[in-house]
């Protein structure tokens, strides 16, 4: 069984940092597709990075140069190192992970069969 524990979410100003961490509480398939993705209010939910258990690793146009996605297999962990955040990175975001490969899933929420429970994150100017 797959459980999402998210972490890290909260309140910072412009130009600030934060660091958001998703582990499996239960064991990660052995070709699977993690995800951060955020939704903001009124709008719907968006791919922010996503890594596959090889490392592969792909970035929204909007968030690249200042988020970094990052995994420890041995944890069952990933990462989602946050710079330079501006209002529009405001939002919950949501820890996903999909039984295939990055590859076969990509950016589609729908394809992702587990979640976490989202934290929030607000930039303010």
């Known amino acids: 069984q797959v459980v999402l524990l998210e972490s890290g979410g909260g309140s910072v100003q412009v130009g600030g940092s934060l660091r958001l961490s998703c582990r499996d509480a239960?064991?990660?398939?052995?070709?699977?597709?993690m995800g951060w993705f955020r939704q903001a209010p009124g709008k719907e939910r968006e791919k922010v990075a996503r890594?596959?258990?090889?490392?592969?690793?792909r970035y929204a146009d909007s968030v690249k140069g200042r988020f970094t996605i990052s995994q420890d297999n041995a944890k069952n962990a990933v990462y989602l190192e946050m710079t330079s955040l501006t209002p529009e990175d405001t939002g919950v975001y949501y820890c996903?992970?999909?039984?295939?490969?990055?590859?076969?899933?990509?950016?589609?929420?729908?394809?992702?069969?587990?979640w976490g429970q989202g934290t929030q994150v607000t930039v303010s100017s």
């Open positions: 996903a992970e999909a039984r295939a490969p990055c590859v076969m899933v990509g950016a589609l929420a729908h394809k992702y069969s587990y």
């Open positions: 239960g064991y990660r398939y052995v070709s699977s597709c």
């Open positions: 890594t596959n258990t090889d490392g592969t690793i």
